[in-house]
């Protein structure tokens, strides 16, 4: 990184420190991304702090039901100390069955987002809206919906990042360096890259060494020569629409094959248990075996830009403008590097990190050519997007290595920005639409 931005990233993390009073672990990772950090605060910092339909303690415990349902405890007990300074009823944290009926009724909501968001229909909607005393009005539910798809994003990021908490209470001044899946936040900060890190404490001999740096190199090359040559096929020919629906067909049912590995009922703490029900709904594949009819949502049909962005703006103001700039800020951010290699246009493989995703959810762009997305994110890579978009809490640190040897750390924390925002995205399509069809 050039030195002004290291000044620019201290400035921000100076402000962050002077207005929260606490700099987490999070906001060190994302520093890397000063210009992302910038706007996912002002964001957060709005949904937490700033004016809006829900009470303070109501914000916090949302961010805490939503955590939960990916066992984030980090999240969730960041949100704990929040909630009880904020003035929540300390007798909530005990569990689900304290809290107050309305809330209770985000359950069902909350468990849909996470992990089945194509379920979400208008009746849902209806169901929080209906006038009685436990009833939501729209801005509250937007509020909510907002900090509920926020929170379970964010909780992909902390898997995916490998985030540990600050504090340690085996260390004597209870504080401890972050570990990004066991590189220090020095190897992040100093943008070290995976292969070098982790040689120096490796036991092969030297023809290992050697042999995994050409592996990975030749990995790096033959994924560059595959994005020349796709800008330069795009240049020569454009598929059909026929074709193009065809191949996101195929992609769909491909991902069903990508696999995480098999995974008996994970055990959940009762820390986190407490703010969980229905435990075991989880992330079923959208497209699923012998299914023929599948209701692909056609992004044109509902777009966050013409669409999503002016209802949610309209019910809880100016939260649109936010989302909207940081969703931009991390599809556009570039540095134009890949690994070692400079002037390097990236686009087509963020946008195929960021449509893989949305293909995981259902989600179709009719302008978008998902053969692009085969030829340029390899089996270990989709297997990593997968885990950390669908069920965070199994991503480990063998998958984080095993994708894109060479690149730096500051680039696989760039991808979980890419997947985080895109998840985050995805939900809200499919709440905001919900809602929009409620309304007529």
Not at 18 to 42: A, C, K, P, W
Not at 254 to 277: K, N, Q
Not at 331 to 347: F, G, K, P, R, S
Not at 376 to 383: H, I, T
């Amino acid at each position: 990184m050039q030195a002004n931005g290291l000044d620019e990233r201290t400035n921000l993390l100076v402000e962050e420190y002077s207005t929260s009073g606490r700099l987490d672990n999070i906001t060190q990772v994302m520093s890397i991304h000063t210009q992302y950090l910038e706007s996912f605060l002002r964001s957060q910092f709005y949904m937490l702090r700033m004016d809006g339909p829900l009470p303070l303690p109501y914000r916090h415990y949302i961010a805490i039901m939503a955590a939960a349902r990916h066992q984030c405890s980090y999240l969730i007990n960041m949100h704990v100390d929040e909630f009880l300074k904020t003035g929540g009823i300390a007798e909530w944290l005990n569990g689900l069955e304290y809290i107050p009926q309305r809330l209770k009724n985000l359950n069902e909501i909350n468990k849909l987002l996470a992990h089945r968001p194509w379920l979400i229909t208008k009746e849902h909607i209806q169901k929080l809206v209906k006038t009685g005393e436990n009833n939501w009005s729209l801005p509250e539910l937007v509020h909510a919906v907002v900090l509920l798809a926020h929170y379970h994003a964010l909780a992909s990021f902390v898997f995916g990042s490998g985030i540990n908490p600050e504090r340690d209470p085996d260390t004597s001044n209870g504080v401890r360096l972050i570990a990004v899946n066991n590189f220090c936040v020095c190897d992040l900060a100093n943008d070290n890259n995976i292969e070098n890190a982790s040689l120096t404490s490796s036991n092969f001999g030297n023809v290992m060494v050697f042999l995994q740096i050409a592996d990975s190199l030749s990995e790096l090359e033959a994924l560059m020569e595959r994005m020349k040559r796709l800008q330069e096929d795009k240049e020569d020919e454009e598929a059909s629409q026929e074709e193009m629906a065809t191949r996101f067909e195929k992609e769909k049912k491909e991902s069903l094959l990508v696999i995480s590995g098999a995974f008996d009922d994970e055990i959940v703490s009762t820390d986190v248990s407490r703010y969980v029900e229905d435990p075991g709904f989880g992330y079923k594949d959208f497209a699923r075996r012998g299914e023929d009819h599948l209701p692909t949502f056609r992004a044109q049909d509902y777009t966050w830009e013409n669409h999503g962005f002016s209802l949610v703006n309209r019910l809880y103001s100016d939260i649109g403008h936010l989302l909207d700039e940081k969703f931009r800020m991390v599809y556009n951010l570039t540095y134009n590097t890949m690994a070692t290699h400079e002037d390097v246009d990236t686009t087509t493989l963020r946008r195929a990190l960021f449509n893989y995703v949305h293909c995981m959810y259902g989600i179709r762009y009719d302008d978008y050519d998902y053969g692009e997305v085969n030829q340029l994110l390899e089996r270990s890579l989709k297997v990593y997007i997968k885990t950390v978009t669908c069920y965070p809490e199994r991503t480990t640190k063998r998958m984080y290595d095993s994708y894109w040897r060479q690149f730096k750390h500051s680039e696989k924390v760039h991808v979980n920005l890419l997947l985080m925002e895109a998840r985050m995205q995805a939900e809200l399509l499919y709440a905001l639409r919900a809602i929009t069809r409620h309304l007529t």
